[in-house]
């Protein structure tokens, strides 16, 4: 850092730009990209000597999602441009040099896409599969994905996998939204917000300001978290939870709520399937809803599921279609007791079997396993329900549900829930997020004034229309997959499995392994293709992930297969391609590089046809311009995968005259139609950018955004911003618009007949496609139509006596993955993390503060420094990731304090589990994620801890070589901006 600050300075900051006599600024707003909330930024610019040079970066008030605030990531963006460990040019691996040993050699676009179009024509014109794109956190899935269904390979998927597919899918699956991009707290109604699970977020500055509101405005906020850090450092009450055990809380709470009828049954009787009947016999019938044959019966099917179920009239004491019969003004579906229909079968309302189901979670039973008080257990679920019930409110707006009652006002339910990665991160989030997601349904929050609102495109079918590729016969050589690589499926038939029931992915999702991972498991590749399992990969696309250090479990393993040979000689991975910005740890494994841009260098859509930034009241759409040029030959990905798909002539890239039918990114942003008048994005669309939402392609988009400071909003009807499930006119619209295929309402599944359906077919009960013998029983199990608790995977394989403490990672405020731990400005916030443990825990254990200490798991140990400290329950130790570093990984000095000191908890983090049949036999192993969604289960480490011996050297470990650094790596800056209160420094 001495070295830094005594270099010469880029600008003399009170100077006029160079060559001018002009003191001007210029400034262009984009949209930042240091994390993913994609705040609105202002860059300021002058004329350098090379060019123009970022000066420094705001906020852009005008910006919807942060109103001008920038948070330390976000104005640190500067430093990201000046990394010392930015790739500069197109880099191949040197002839004879071995995987690993970072020994590169430069080569020209050109080459790289003379070698990439003939290798990728073979496997495309041989066996598709053998090509693989899996992509970090970026911005453009629908353009990867795309670019993976045109080339024709199933084996594509981006991160969600490893980070948070189980709020994803666990939350859509029931209310048909989710937290983060999809919905939200409604902070600006919510008289109570319980946070779980979370502590710095992927939305970052907008929660801020909303919590930063919430709490002047006198709103009480619990944060409930094995650890107090990020928000919760604001809550009024912080309780302690011990990992992994959130179901068991919010199942004794259903408990407690239900039992004190603190729960909305108008709502549960006429928005969810909570009165539906469900068929109690044995059979194939069994655990599904009773539905009447007639489909003249009932409105039209909501998705893939009939609405035409059947209710229990109580006033009458008649069974009768849900709709619209047992919803008429005088009828009241049954929500709990047994009946017998007609034909003799004994039913069930759903409600029933759920209070059947929270029976035995009594407090005293979660106090067991959470570690929280039975009595606050009680007390909080009375808070949560008055709440919720006699404190709500109307607002004035009159609205029309799918049966056609128009309710007069909008009731409010003023209890606001967040999760993230603390109740998805782990083998059993799917059910506790689906837990989660009933509770909220119990409470009649969804989508109500001051609970959890959706954001446009959503709410999306139960389950969505969109089916993952399936069908093995469509992997043909030449041809697009006749279906996107990923999607929700919605019974067995839907898997993406050959004949024999094996996996046709190389990740193994959409599997009898883990039949809803709609996001794919990223985590598995590597793993699985040097296991060949199902099948040897010709070629792996990574973009902008750290396989090789803090995106992988299993690390220093993971390491070694990717330079592992088989008995042909030949690496088991045959050709690793490695797109990044940085020369991170995973560059030195590549056989080809390929440099990226910054996102100040690039064009960049966060679309509604992918992840887009929209707000409660409407959708909202975004871009990122370049306000600098390209360093060097750096090339977006975006316009390498244009140009690999023009080259390799897929249908959708190609035009009638058998030409390249897109310029570059840009042009194929404004002119690509999924569907006639949708595109990528919703604003200036129509010849003239007169339309918007839906109309023609405006070849002047993108000038419009960038005037428009590169966002667009819609505002919906007020009529249109609640009860979205159900609310006809925003159903209409959103149809019309293109965000849903049909204007059918989206009933809750406190009950799921999706998951009962894998159900019966494990236990043989029904005909078609059966699983395999040994995950019979694991199907059984987990795949309960009702959310339920039980323990992650890990603990009940690990010997818990000899690994007490749970071991987990959060996110720091201050970075955000792997990026942010080598940024100048930002490594003077946190250069190293240590591991974070209670007094009590570490005292026993004979460690001081400050002391350098060993953790072990049973996959592997890391040594490192420990800080006691009180905002960590006494059972869990914690780090921040992404901070420790390989030594002389991203141009940091071998002695920097990211390898010596900080660490990684990952090395103690298995990939596979070892996986037993209903016997109790061994059948091999199997990924370490949850059995339902396939989600990475990196909450799930089970540790001990001890201290280090005085003479072992006060370093972390494992170390590695550290590699030479890359040809054309930027290298540390000659001049480095330096401000020192408003003086410039030499
Ligand atoms: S919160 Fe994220 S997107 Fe917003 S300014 Fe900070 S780093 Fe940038």
Redesign the pocket.
Known sequence: MALFSASPPLHDPLAPPAGTDDQATTVKCTT????????G?RVHLREGENGPEVRYID?NPDHP??KG???????S?IMKQVSPARLTQPLRRKPGAERGAGEFEPISWEETFALLTERLSRIRATDPKKFALFTGRDQMQALTGLFARQFGTPNYAAHGGFCSVNMAAGMIYTVGGSFWEFGGPDLDRAKLFVMIGTAEDHH??PLKIALSAFKRRGGRFISINPVRTGYSAIADEWIPIKPGTDGALFMALMHELIKHDRIDRPFLQRFTNAPQLVVLDEGEREGLFAFDPDPAKGPPGDGRNPHNKLVWDSVSGQVMAAYPEGIADGRSPALTGTYTLANGTRVAPAFQLLTEQVALCTPEWAQAITGINADRIRALAMEIGDTALKQAFELPIAWTDAWGKTHPTTIGRPVAFHAMRGLAAHSNGFQTVRSLAVMMSLLGTIDAPGGFRHKAPYPRHIVPNYRAFSDPEQVKPNTPLNAAPLGFPASPAELALNPDGSPIRIDHAFSWEHPLSAHGMMHNVITNAVKADPYRLDTLMIFMANMAWNSTMNTMAVREMLNRRGDDGEYQIPFLVVCDAFQSEMVAYADLVLPDTTYLERHDVMSMLDRPISEFDGPVDSVRVPVVPPLGQCKPFQEVLIELASRLKFPAFTGADGGRKFKDYPDFVVNFQPQPGIGFLMGWRGETGTEHLRGAPNPKQWEMYEKNGCVFQYHLHEDQQYMRNWNQSYLDFAKEKGWRQKNDPVQLAIYSDVLQLFRLAAQGKTAGRQPPEHLRERITTYFDPLPFWYPPLESTCTDLDAYPLNAITQRPMAM?HSWDSQNAWLRQIHSHNYLHVNPVTALAAGIADGGWCWVESRWGKVRCMVRHSEAVEPGTVWTWNAIGKASGAWQLDPGADESRKGFLLNHLISEELPLTDGDGRSAGTISNSDPITGQAGWYDVRVRIRPAEPEEPEETFPQVAAPPPAPGVLGRAQKVLTYFAGRKTR
């Open positions: 930042c990209y240091m994390c993913a909330c994609r705040c930024i906020g999602i942060n605030v920038i948070c330390a990531k976000g104005s963006g970052s500055n955000y």
